[in-house]
């Protein structure tokens, strides 16, 4: 681990420029590269093969793992929009081989919540992305240019959020769900829900995203089923759950698949509601 030993950054580190500001009390790998005009704060740690190119700005109490690529003009770890935050060590967490491309602000958690945001990995984050105090995003989700989180966002696992996705605050997005460009997602988006509009409405499930990830026949069966019951057949959502619970008998490959849907719409917000 690298301990700045000045303010000014002037080390001897090859993969670190000489113009890089790094506080004393950050800790980086001795394999972390970092590009001009960069500033890390006392608090930040950063793991093996990230690499930080110039231009940004990584403060708070900001953990950041291994192999990640963070693009230029990032800025990761801000206090949060929340005019409630008084200066609470909250906390911003990154996993690893997460790619973070332009202009991205990540703040840190606030303490009306969890105190955390976080990120997990394997995520490809394009530009211009606001992932705002609190929210928590899974792995293998791919997020558009300009995709909007606001507070306490939860993303699952397998998420594609197209550009211009807007979130409001306390929404969850379901696993392997999937959002056209231009959406504004008011409600939770249950998993394997394709959704589009202003505001999002469902228009199909994530077939062919499932497909790619090596879902079965038998198991994106049960998935189209799963939208007739909560889509095609003017059921409430009370019978549309009853009848995607008895999907597990007649395809027990797909039990999994249909436990992550019923915990979903059991766990949903009565206030926020579900896109359908």
């Given amino acids: 681990v690298h301990h700045a030993e000045n303010p000014a950054g002037l080390n001897t580190m090859s993969k670190i420029h000489p113009t890089a500001i790094i506080s004393p009390g950050a800790e980086l790998d001795s394999s972390v590269s970092v590009g001009p005009y960069t500033v890390i704060g006392p608090h930040v740690r950063i793991g093996a093969g990230t690499t930080v190119a110039s231009h940004c700005v990584i403060e708070g109490h900001t953990t950041i793992g291994r192999d990640n690529r963070i693009f230029q003009f990032n800025s990761l770890g801000a206090i949060p929009q929340d005019k409630k935050y008084n200066n609470e060590p909250c906390e911003l967490h990154i996993g690893d081989r997460n790619t ?14 969890r105190a955390v945001t976080s990120v997990g990995n394997d995520n490809w984050i394009m530009a211009y992305v606001h992932l705002a105090h609190d929210c928590q995003v899974g792995n293998h989700t791919i997020f558009a240019n300009n995709t909007q989180l606001a507070g306490h966002v939860v993303v699952d696992d397998w998420v594609i959020l197209g550009g211009f996705t807007v979130v409001h605050q306390f929404c969850r997005i379901g696993a392997h769900s999937f959002t056209a460009m231009n959406s504004l997602l008011f409600a939770e988006l249950p998993p394997f829900v394709m959704a589009q509009g202003q505001p999002a409405q469902a228009r199909s499930m994530n077939f062919e995203g499932l497909r790619r990830r090596g879902f079965t026949p038998a198991r994106i069966s049960a998935v ?29 490959e797909a039990a999994e698949d249909v436990k992550m849907m019923l915990d979903f719409l059991s766990a949903a917000s009565p206030q926020r509601g579900i896109v359908r």
Avoid: V
């Fill in 224 to 252: 189209k089923a799963m939208h007739k019951a909560l889509y095609r057949d003017g059921l409430s959502l009370a019978d549309a759950m009853t009848r995607i619970a008895g999907l597990t008998a007649q395809t027990p």
């Fill in 100 to 113: 973070i491309r332009e202009f991205c602000t990540f703040n840190i958690g606030s303490p009306s919540d």
